[in-house]
């Protein structure tokens, strides 16, 4: 089975602080994401490589870095965390095409206080 | 601009009905359609991808169906059970995945 995993499943952290949230398949596949999910906004996406190395921007990529130094490792930073990145992140990985099926890791609840 | 919309946004249903949960989208140019469910403060977890050449796909007491031409699809649930509650997403592949909101399903006891 694939599995997807998040470091961290709740972390709390003050405005300012730089937050690394990890995530790690090991299923080598080639794609990684980050999305948020927030109440009535749904999934959105942040963050995503297909490659080493390689990253692009979702649809709000502003306020986050990520760096994917290794296949299996994918890694979103907040480099200032502020209030309204208080949130849901999910990890995600698929292989093949861009829309294979997607795999997603349990989750990392963050909130900034 | 893709869009995908979940009706119902909730569902409470008595223990062992049929249901029958929608998602529709705007555009039919997609490669796949994907379903999750998710758990309460849990990540999402896959239940089935139908590609675009597939009209649908069965997993056990779960079947779903696209129809690319009307920009729908549905998720047949059979004989539904209290552990079937959870929040229902689909999720359409375009040259990236675009998420509906979910339908939030409740089965009684």
């Known amino acids: 089975d694939v599995k997807v995993t998040q470091s961290s499943r709740y972390l709390v952290k003050r405005t300012g602080e730089k937050v690394f949230l990890e995530c790690v398949q090991d299923?080598?596949?080639?794609?990684m994401f980050w999305y948020r999910q927030d109440p009535g906004l749904g999934l959105r996406l942040i963050y995503f490589s297909y490659d080493v190395k390689m990253k692009e921007k979702g649809d709000i990529p502003e306020g986050y870095s990520v760096s994917r130094e290794k296949k299996e490792r994918f890694s979103l930073i907040l480099e200032s965390a502020s209030t309204n990145q208080t949130s849901m992140y999910l990890c995600a990985s698929s292989t093949g095409s861009h829309t294979g099926e997607l795999f997603f890791g349990e989750g990392s609840r963050l909130t900034v206080l | 601009k893709q869009e995908v919309t979940q009706i119902p946004a909730a569902l409470s249903v008595p223990e062992g009905e049929n249901l029958v949960l929608n998602c529709s989208f705007t555009d039919s140019a997609i490669y796949n359609l994907q379903w999750f469910r998710q758990d309460p403060g849990k990540g999402l977890t896959s239940l089935l991808l139908i590609q675009s050449s597939q009209r649908e796909q069965t997993s056990g007491r779960l079947n779903a169906s696209l129809d690319k031409s009307s920009g729908r699809s549905t998720l047949y649930i059979a004989a539904s059970q209290p552990g079937d509650s959870a929040t229902y997403l689909c999720a359409v592949g375009t040259y990236k995945y675009i998420f509906g909101t979910g339908t939030r399903l409740k089965v009684l006891a």
């Open positions: 299923m080598d596949h080639e794609n």
